[in-house]
């Protein structure tokens, strides 16, 4: 069965530093990789995916991700954060046709 | 790129009466759509794959009855809430496949 796990909870980080939310997933085969961002309120955005082919996906917004299948992981990445990034984070595994699984989420604070 | 139209964002309603809530896939076909339920600070949980022109297919735990699902056309699924309950508020997301998977922005639903 599909499992998705975002180990941090909330994370708090200086604006214009670094960002990296962990996403590690449990799937028999070779899965479909999401992350969403979602704001207060609303519905969920698509930042990236991963489907197949190179295993460093960019994404919208200046977010990338890295599908490293040995460690069962697709991490979320950005070089300099913005305010604006604040927000929750969810990772997600999915396959074929079927549902998305979705992951705990990890709520980004920005900090001036 | 796909668009998912949820309608109404935001609906308060009396204990005892139904509420629906529509999804739309407004310039792609969707033969397949999914409800979630999200509640504070959660995750998003499935609560049934809705199918055009068949029925829905719902996930343990999920009232069929209480929760009424449609997908008559391609491009629209509805979630009826029947005789809501308090314990029914929640934040309700569609979503369709497409290459991917779009949401709609969600619907905050509260039961007085």
Known sequence: AQSVTQPDIHITVS????????????YGATPYLFWYVQSPG???????KYFSGDTLVQGIKGFEAE??????SFNLRKPSVHWSDAAEYFCAVGAGANNLFFGTGTRLTVIP | GAVVSQHPSRVICKSGT???IECRSLDFQATTMFWYRQFPKQSLMLMATSNEGSKATYEQGVEKDKFL??????????LTVTSAHPEDSSFYICSARDSGYTFGSGTRLTVV
């Open chain 1, 15 to 26: 604006e214009g530093a670094s960002l990296e939310l962990r996403c590690n997933y449990s």
């Open chain 1, 42 to 48: 609303q519905g969920l955005q698509l930042l990236l």
């Open chain 1, 67 to 72: 599908f490293k299948r040995s460690q069962s």
């Open chain 2, 18 to 20: 139904s509420v629906k």
């Open chain 2, 69 to 78: 699902i449609n997908h008559a056309s391609l491009t629209l699924s509805t």
